[in-house]
């Protein structure tokens, strides 16, 4: 336990890291898609290298142009977003994004959509084929979509019903060696047994939750903000229902669990690893603070001190 020196040199003997299938995290604090793009546009606010990881704007094998009309809505501790996975396509990716990718030193993770099940397979195939052939290490675990709110075809359809989900993970499991997470939907019938089948799959981690279907209604206008009806309410709004979550994922499964929903301060994070989460994303925080990234891990530094916290593994999983 550290209790004395100054606080520089007690900042370097702090343990924030954690593994994932091989995959060593600095810290626990990964972007999450959609909030971050590829992690270019943030690099001009501040070093991105000091994450623990980013997960990249979400790819679906062909480019996607997203959904017309309105595709983001303030709400009260939130927002609601109908975005509809606008992307450039995994094949642009790998030829436009990776070489940013390289060059970067934090965990790379490919967030995967798919309108089919077909469409999954190959953007997996393709993805490992281009690791294969160009021996390049720009992509170092996939995360796997099946719980978009957004989209008409795919996404979320896949990501209700345990038995539905399974012969998805099982196949893209098969298509990639890379470490593999599945994203799940707050929204699945039992979210707990979805997770505990992903993991007789093969899956190395879970990620949970993603938005939660919402909606809102223009009266003036007698019709939905959004074309699609629905949107994915994301924010602090969701905090506590992602914490109860994660909470009773990581008490079914050993695979580690990546924890999400309303992160936006130290203590939330805090929360989420005390509730057994090996590494967290933070998504709608990033629209709120550009620097949400930088400010989070100064902040979860600070309290770690105050707290005579020297590594998160005592924390972790105490509730």
């Known amino acids: 336990m550290i209790k004395t ?4 040199s007690r ?27 590829f992690g270019k546009e943030y690099a001009k606010f501040y070093d991105v290298n000091e994450l623990g990881g980013i997960s990249g704007k979400g790819l679906t094998l062909q480019p996607k142009a997203g959904n017309q009309g309105t595709r983001v809505y303030e709400t009260a501790s939130g927002m609601l977003n109908s975005v509809g996975l606008e992307n450039p396509g995994v094949a642009a990716f790998l030829d436009k994004e990776c070489a940013y990718w390289e060059t970067l030193d934090t965990v790379r993770i490919v967030n995967l959509g798919g309108n089919t099940f077909e469409d ?9 084929k281009d690791a294969d052939t160009r021996g390049r290490k720009a992509v170092d675990m996939i995360e796997l979509n099946i719980s978009c709110p957004n989209v008409k075809e795919g996404g979320i359809a896949f990501g209700i019903r345990t038995c539905d989900a399974r012969e998805l993970v099982r196949a893209v499991r098969q298509a990639t060696s890379l470490p593999l997470s599945v994203k799940l939907s707050p929204n699945a019938e039992d ?8 993991q007789e799959e093969g899956a190395d981690a879970v990620s949970l939750i993603n938005t939660i279907s919402g909606m809102k209604i223009d009266v003036r206008r007698r019709r939905s903000v959004f074309n699609n009806l629905y949107a994915g309410l994301s924010g602090p709004a969701i905090k506590p229902i992602a914490l109860r979550m994660v909470h009773q994922v990581a008490q079914r499964v050993e695979i580690p669990v990546i924890g999400m929903g309303g992160i936006s301060s130290a203590t939330d994070i805090i929360e989420f690893i005390m509730a057994g989460a090996a590494v967290i994303q933070v998504g709608t925080y990033n629209f709120m603070n550009m620097r949400a990234g930088q400010d989070l891990l100064r902040d979860l530094r600070q309290f770690m001190l105050e707290e005579n916290i020297a590594s998160l593994d005592e924390i972790r999983g105490i509730i």
């Open 5 to 8: 020196g100054d606080s520089s």
């Open 11 to 37: 900042n370097t003997e702090l343990d924030l890291s954690a593994r994932i299938a091989g995959v060593t995290f600095k810290n626990p604090i990964v972007m999450a898609s959609g909030t971050f793009g």
């Open 120 to 128: 999954y397979v190959a953007g997996a195939e393709l993805i490992q």
């Open 191 to 198: 979210i707990a047994d979805m997770a505990l089948m992903c």
